[in-house]
């Protein structure tokens, strides 16, 4: 569990520190609610939707910040993952470009699908979107990265 | 090897317009992580191993314990109060155990005098008394289970 909330805390914070912060803080508020965990259709979609809510109130503080302090968290960052790091090829490189440049919402879709295997009715729930919406979000997010990598496999 | 390849490039069109189950992205993924796949599907095998790639990342392992640490002061409130319960049931007993001493001081005036004349009564209020301690104590630990 605490993997799936990491990675999707960093697919949307790009940062280490930061996406551990917001694991804990979730496994926290999803433990002082113990009781209630019997009411709840779905942990793991709740933990999903919590620590995706801790995401967008951290990106929404983060817009109110300095343009300079959100330009130093580019793609070269110092805290990028060093996993990630260790295991960038070239087209690896390119495709998280890609990915990294898609609108938040199909960043999401697609991570949600091909990283962690979720079923749409899974993504609909932990992203409050409709099917129908997934599908088009996704359908966009896979175009778009196929574009990129033919280009860059044809350049 | 011809009817696979057949197999995937149907797979693959289902793919880019988001038709695909789970399942059959499972076989796509598998596909492209085994061998012979041609050279011209090379950046799609590239890309599913992206995905893979990136499901394998996990936070430090030191996570875990910030979080065990963040949740285990509850843990020690618990004990606390159990250890506190336990420590004032032992700081009363010696009061129980010299009570009967007290009988036999000799004061004028001061007189024993029981709680209940029934010993049947004053079982049932005993008994009462440790039931209602018992289930507070079971409610403190209901956490820990």
């Not at chain 1, 995401?55 to 300079?68: A, N, P």
């Not at chain 1, 099917?131 to 280009?151: D, T, W, Y």
């Not at chain 2, 076989?27 to 012979?36: N, S, T």
């Not at chain 2, 001081?105 to 029981?114: A, F, H, K, R």
Request: overall charge neutral.
């Amino acid at each position: 569990m605490k993997d799936k909330l990491y990675r999707l805390a960093f697919r949307l914070l790009q940062n280490v520190q930061e996406a551990e912060d917001v694991v804990q803080e979730t496994m926290i508020r999803i433990w002082t609610k113990r009781e209630e965990w019997g009411r709840w259709q779905s942990l793991e979609a709740y933990c999903m939707i919590s620590a995706r809510n801790s995401c967008l109130d951290r990106l929404r503080k983060q817009k109110l910040r300095s343009v300079q302090e959100s330009k130093a968290r580019d793609v070269s960052s110092p805290d990028k993952d060093p996993q990630e790091k260790i295991m960038e090829k070239e087209a690896m490189i390119q495709i998280r470009k890609c990915m990294d440049e898609l609108p938040q919402h199909q960043q999401l879709v697609i991570h949600l699908r091909e990283i962690e295997g979720f079923t749409y009715n899974e993504i609909a729930e932990v992203l409050d979107m409709s099917l129908e919406q997934v599908k088009i979000n996704l359908f966009r997010a896979r175009n778009a990265i196929r574009k990129s990598i033919i280009k860059e496999a044809s350049s | 090897m011809k009817a696979k390849q057949e197999r995937i490039t149907v797979l693959l069109e289902k793919y880019w317009q988001a038709e695909t189950t789970v399942e059959e992205e499972k076989e796509l993924a598998e596909y492209f992580r085994g061998p012979g796949v041609p050279p011209e599907w090379e950046s799609y095998r590239e890309l599913f191993s992206f995905f893979e790639e990136k499901a394998q990342i996990k936070p430090s392992p030191e996570l875990e314990g910030r979080i065990m640490e963040s949740i285990r002061p509850r843990h020690h409130m618990v004990w606390w109060a159990a250890a506190a319960a336990i420590v004032l049931m032992l700081g009363l007993e010696p009061l129980f155990r010299h009570a009967p001493e007290r009988v036999h001081v000799e004061q004028p005036g001061l007189v024993m005098t029981d709680t209940y004349d029934d010993p049947e009564q004053a079982l049932a209020a005993v008994q009462k008394a440790l039931f209602t301690v018992s289930k507070k104590m079971n409610k403190g630990l209901h956490p820990i289970k």
